[in-house]
């Protein structure tokens, strides 16, 4: 693994800087659990890496009445212990989902988002919320929803010199049960063969809201559109679970690689996400 | 000092290896001046001719050494060639064309990139059925003299009765009458059965560090097996060098499991060594490990059998062809040694067996834990418990009537001397409770049970020697130069040892694995250490302390046979003391004394011990012979397993292995052993398997695709039970014989057996994939539809 130069910038606006200087030669290191693997492997061979961590308050979260802000850098398994996110239950638990320990303990949210894999876990729990990515930029700062920032295997929505800064997650309202469920076959070790997030706000025992996420079936983390839309209004019963079930199947475009076949993973969102709806629905207090 | 055998004496390498103080080949890695690195450049084709290469670019580039290719003259000779370099045809994806010594590994890296290689891309073939079909591709281009042995002996395949060009050697054995037996038989069922391809995966992967000596001699430090027998000899004798200019060490290694058996990165560096006159470093990246080290073979086989109603087997046909990759020149493979397990376990007094090996363009099999016996057995011990459920007998009961006794003759001819099969089986029984349905909790995870059990031979592989000093202080040194693959042996010896001096195993040094001072030993495999290694260390000591005796009988006018000797201790008998303390008799040399006769100090008493077991005769035109193997370990494995019907996942949840070890050492290291083979098995029969691309590539030469198991997809400690039932072998030492590679055998087939329990579908492959089970389940449940 080699580069040519590494950079600890201090500020967001250095960052930034740093980032339209080098362009498409420069990575962002956050954990670097995705970074370092990928760069022995070759697959990227950036000349600058450039470092967060000098970076001030990307490591920390910050609530609010309307949710909460959480910075890129918080690390996975910290967010994932985090007694003062209980409201994002779903979040919590697909940041826990992912990969080891050891591995959570230095991967962070940001770069999880970033590395814009379709299997990744904690996305998921942004998804399920339908946080705000909070982007940084040469010509000031914007705001993307998480469903829009990612536009296929590896990439996202951020422009030359941008990078992410924080993401929010909206407090879901009273009467929300949320649920990630996570398929692999060496447990959360394994690279997601299929992940299954489901978000149910009841109101009068029937679904007034909902979203539906799908991980490893498609190029980038999906919402399952048609199965949302199916779910308004029903019972959140085993009946509307195992049918939503069958919508989402028909949603996920999964292909066959040697992790899973493509049926199989088809299959697998069938399962995932009736539990999920059941799990969500049980959740709700 | 009490009897040291059957006694759970700590690990000897313990201290070391679990603070990390324990060095490995990997931390010689780049401790010497002047280290070149070695880089490969690999095909990327299955099959492909090599058209034309340009290495003007890499060479040219700074800090390159060398560039060795396919064209050193060297004698490869009988070594399997194409596995070393490629020369004009590649013949699998993973294959070495070049290799390059450089002075860092980058620039090394880097060099490989700036070879300029067209291939001609040819047709080739990635498994048995499309490699023995009629007018299959050739795995060899006709065009290239790579073709060698074993093809002279083509066999037909039995079903097509065709020749394929791909067929490298065969072995038939007919006992009795087949056609008679059949008749006899009330019930018949036959099916055909096959298994993927995996890698041992041993967590350091080969790496192999050569010292150029001034006097034009190697030095090589590697974690391959055998200092003497693989390493030194190969070194030798491909590349021409004199013995007593060639030093193999072996630290402690990584792990092998039968993969370290073949030399490639030793003879590779030890070349790259004498060409640029340098120290050279080389190791595996473990993609490497996957494309360009061994796999295993797997096997295809076809068991028809038939039972009378009383579940005694009669009639056996039997059929196995091994997939043995892009190793075409090598006769080790005929199916005899797959089968050789087939036998050992069950009566069969009419069988038929063909058997045979088939080339494939995929990376070159060579041993792994078991020899080809789980691949082997799976198909029989499926069938042995499907003619139970017909016949509506216990999978225990059928086992008992069929196993041999002990003394029985096996189909071969051979007798057997050693087997406490019939005990493994019901004391894995006796925890599992196989005939008892298991506890449903009514969730989609279905409970099931099975069992199953297997032989594995014991090769006549030659000559163990050890030494032994006794020193002037009383302490003690063996020498021996077995391997310590991680399996104990190391300790197991120490102990055979200090039990003939009667002294405690903390009063023994091993010293082991250096050609300098270390005496000969083949090589680790074939579960032989314990037998022939120890034999020898028995023999060793032996003559020590003849020796010794003579010694402290010349101090006080005695006849040897009078003296006993107990660890620091003499007994002495008919003279004016009866005990008397040995290092004090050790006097240290004057001018005034004659020290150099007689028992001086700092110079040992030395014992030596050579033990060869009588070689194989040669088998008849039936394959049958009354000597081919030592002797037979054996394995019973019951389990309970959970599958989850919505996604086909399955869950060992308790498993039962009990080991015939003969009377064991170490109970506890044996036991040890039996864990990490149980969990290595449940490792390929549920989720270990090579998959390949369009290219004919491994798509998965990673532990993240590669699902090698995790502790997670063991069962917890509780539910772990480890089991000795020992038949003592006579000629082992102290009735101890070797256990490791039958452990691995029995867990495929029980798991089976558990899950058509749970679920009731069955399956004819493996890994049992969660994909494959949840396929079978739900073809099941359409069948069931249909009806």
């Given at each position: 693994m080699r580069f040519e130069k590494y950079f600890e910038p201090a500020s967001i606006k250095e960052c930034c800087e740093l980032l339209v200087e080098y362009g498409k030669d420069a990575k962002l290191l956050a954990g670097g659990t995705d970074l370092v693997p990928k760069m022995k492997a070759e697959v990227l061979a950036p000349k600058a890496v450039i470092s967060l961590?000098?970076?001030?308050?990307?490591e920390t979260y910050k609530l609010c009445d309307k949710g909460v802000t959480i910075g890129a850098l918080m690390p996975l398994r910290k967010l994932s212990l985090c007694?003062?996110?209980?409201?994002w239950p779903a979040l919590k638990a697909a940041a826990g989902h992912v990969s080891s320990m050891q591995i959570r303990n230095q991967a962070t949210l940001g770069g999880n988002a970033c590395?814009?894999?379709?299997?990744?876990?904690?996305v998921e729990g942004l998804m399920v919320y339908d946080a705000i990515v909070n982007i940084a930029g040469p010509n000031g700062d914007r705001e993307v929803e998480i469903a829009d920032f990612?536009?296929?295997?590896?990439?996202?929505d951020l422009k030359e010199g941008e990078f992410v800064v924080s993401f929010f997650v909206p407090a879901p309202e009273e009467g929300t049960g949320a649920a990630y469920r996570k398929f692999a076959i060496r447990g959360d070790?394994?690279?997601?063969i299929v992940g299954a997030g489901a978000r149910l706000l009841l109101k009068d025992g029937k679904i007034a809201d909902a979203r539906i996420t799908l991980a490893s079936v498609a190029p980038t983390p999906m919402r399952a559109v048609k199965t949302e839309e199916f779910l308004i209004?029903?019972?959140?019963d085993e009946e509307t679970a195992k049918a939503a079930g069958k919508i989402a199947r028909d949603e996920a475009k999964p292909i066959s690689d040697p992790r899973a076949s493509a049926w199989y993973r088809k299959d697998i969102v069938e399962v995932e996400v009736y539990h999920a709806i059941l799990d969500a629905a049980a959740a709700v207090k | 000092m009490a009897n040291l055998i059957g006694k759970s004496e700590k690990r000897i390498d313990g201290y070391d290896k679990v603070t990390g103080k324990g060095l490995y080949a990997s931390d010689y890695y780049?401790?010497?001046?002047?280290m070149a690195y070695i880089k490969a450049f690999r095909s990327p084709y299955a099959h492909a001719k090599i058209k034309k290469i340009d290495y003007t670019k890499a060479k040219a580039?700074?800090?390159?050494i060398y560039i060795l290719t396919g064209?050193?003259?060297?004698?490869?000779?009988?070594?399997?060639k194409m596995a070393i370099i490629a020369k004009?045809?590649?013949?699998?994806?993973?294959?070495?064309i070049a290799l390059i010594a450089a002075e860092t590994e980058e620039i090394a890296e880097d060099a490989v990139k700036l070879i300029d290689c067209e291939f001609e891309v040819l047709p080739f073939v990635s498994d048995y059925y499309e490699a023995i079909k009629p007018d299959p591709v050739s795995?060899?281009?006709?065009?290239?003299?790579?073709r060698a042995q074993g093809f002279q002996d083509r066999p037909a395949d039995?079903?097509?009765?065709r020749v394929s060009p791909n067929i490298v050697g065969a072995y038939y054995m007919h006992t009795g009458d087949l056609e008679q037996g059949f008749k006899e038989a009330d019930i018949i069922m036959e099916d055909e059965f096959s298994v993927g391809k995996k890698t041992a995966?041993?967590?350091?992967p080969a790496t192999a560090i050569c010292k150029y000596e001034p006097d034009g001699g190697l030095t090589m430090i590697s974690?391959?097996?055998?200092?003497?027998?693989v390493i030194k000899e190969h070194i030798c004798r491909v590349l021409g060098?004199?013995?007593?200019?060639v030093r193999v060490i072996q630290p402690?290694?990584?792990?092998?499991?039968?993969?370290?058996?073949?030399?490639y990165v030793e003879l590779q560096t030890a070349l790259m060594a004498m060409r640029i006159k340098r120290n050279v470093s080389y190791r595996f990246t473990r993609k490497e490990v996957f494309t360009a080290g061994p796999s295993n073979w797997s096997c295809t086989t076809k068991v028809k059998m038939g039972a009378k109603?009383?579940?005694?087997?009669i009639a056996h046909d039997y059929y196995l062809c091994e997939?043995?990759?892009?190793?075409?020149?090598?006769?080790?493979?005929?199916?005899r040694l797959s089968s050789s397990?087939?036998?050992?376990?069950?009566?069969?007094?009419n069988m038929r067996m063909d058997t045979f090996a088939v080339a494939t363009n995929t990376v070159p099999a060579a041993e792994y834990r078991g020899l080809g016996c789980p691949e082997a057995e799976w198909g029989i011990e499926i069938m042995v418990n499907r003619l139970a459920e017909k016949l509506k007998m216990s999978p225990v009961d059928i086992r008992l009537k069929n196993i041999i006794d002990p003394g029985e003759r096996d189909i071969y001819g051979e007798?057997?001397?050693?087997?406490?099969l019939k005990k493994c089986l019901l004391g894995v029984n006796e925890v599992i409770k196989v005939e008892e349905k298991p506890v449903q909790d009514?969730?989609?995870w279905k409970r099931g049970k099975g069992c199953a059990v297997a032989g594995k031979q014991n090769t006549p592989l030659g000559r163990s020697e050890a030494k032994v000093w006794y020193n002037s202080d009383g302490t003690i040194q063996l020498f021996i130069s077995c391997?310590?693959?991680?399996?104990?042996a190391t300790t197991a010896m120490g102990q055979i040892c200090a039990n003939e001096f009667g002294?405690?195993?903390?009063?023994v040094k091993v010293i082991k694995g250096d050609t300098l001072c270390t005496p000969y030993d083949n090589y680790?495999?074939?579960?032989?250490t314990t037998y022939n290694t120890g034999n020898a260390v028995m023999i060793a000591c032996a003559d020590c302390i003849n020796k010794l005796k003579t010694e402290v009988a010349r101090v006080y006018g005695l006849?040897?046979?009078n003296v006993e000797i107990k660890g620091k201790k003499a007994i002495l008998k008919?003279?004016?003391?009866?005990e008397v303390d040995?290092?004090?008799?050790f006097k240290h040399w004057t001018m005034?004394?004659?020290?150099?006769?007689g028992l001086q100090q700092y110079s040992p008493v030395v014992g030596y011990g050579v033990y060869c077991p009588a070689p194989i005769h040669q088998w008849g035109p039936d394959g049958k012979?009354?000597?081919?193997?030592n002797w037979f370990q054996y394995s019973a494995c019951a389990v309970e397993v959970a599958v989850?019907?919505?996604?086909g996942v399955v869950k060992v949840v308790k498993i039962a292995s009990s080991a015939?070890?003969?009377?064991?050492?170490?109970p506890e290291i044996v036991k040890s052993q039996i864990q990490g083979g149980v969990h290595m098995a449940i490792g390929f029969t549920t989720m270990e398997e090579h998959l390949y691309d369009e290219k004919g590539a491994?798509?998965?030469?990673?532990f993240s695709d590669y699902r090698?198991?995790?502790?997670?997809?063991?069962?917890?400690n509780e539910n772990v039970f480890a089991l000795i039932n020992p038949d003592p072998l006579?000629?082992?030492?102290?009735g101890a014989k070797g256990m490791a590679?039958?452990?691995?055998?029995?867990v495929g087939p029980a798991i089976e057996e558990a899950i058509y329990q749970a679920v009731g579908v069955r399956l004819?492959?493996?890994?049992?994939t969660a994909e494959r089970v949840l396929a079978a389940i739900k073809e099941k449940k359409a069948r069931e539809a249909a009806k």
């Open positions: 961590h000098k970076i001030p308050g990307l007694e003062d996110l209980n409201k590395n814009a894999s379709p299997s990744a876990d904690a990612f536009k296929g295997p590896g990439k996202t070790t394994d690279i997601s209004g029903k019972t959140p | 780049n401790q010497f001046p002047h580039l700074p800090g390159v064209y050193e003259d060297v004698r490869w000779d009988d070594f399997p004009d045809e590649v013949l699998w994806a993973g294959q070495a795995v060899i281009d006709p065009e290239y003299e790579t039995r079903a097509t009765n995966s041993p967590l350091e974690n391959g097996a055998g200092v003497h027998g060098m004199p013995e007593s200019k402690y290694m990584g792990g092998s499991f039968g993969s370290r058996l073949s030399p109603n009383d579940g005694t087997i997939e043995i990759g892009a190793c075409v020149n090598n006769t080790f493979f005929s199916g397990g087939a036998a050992p376990c069950y009566r069969f007094p007798v057997i001397t050693s087997i406490g009514g969730s989609v391997d310590e693959n991680g399996m104990g002294v405690d195993l903390k009063d680790s495999a074939s579960s032989r006849n040897p046979k008919g003279t004016y003391v009866q040995i290092p004090p008799l005034f004394t004659q020290g150099n006769w012979s009354d000597r081919v193997w989850n019907e919505e996604t015939d070890t003969g009377n064991p050492i170490n491994q798509s998965n030469a990673n090698l198991p995790t502790i997670g997809e063991m069962p917890t006579p000629d082992g030492p102290y590679e039958s452990i691995t055998v029995p004819n492959y493996y890994p049992m």
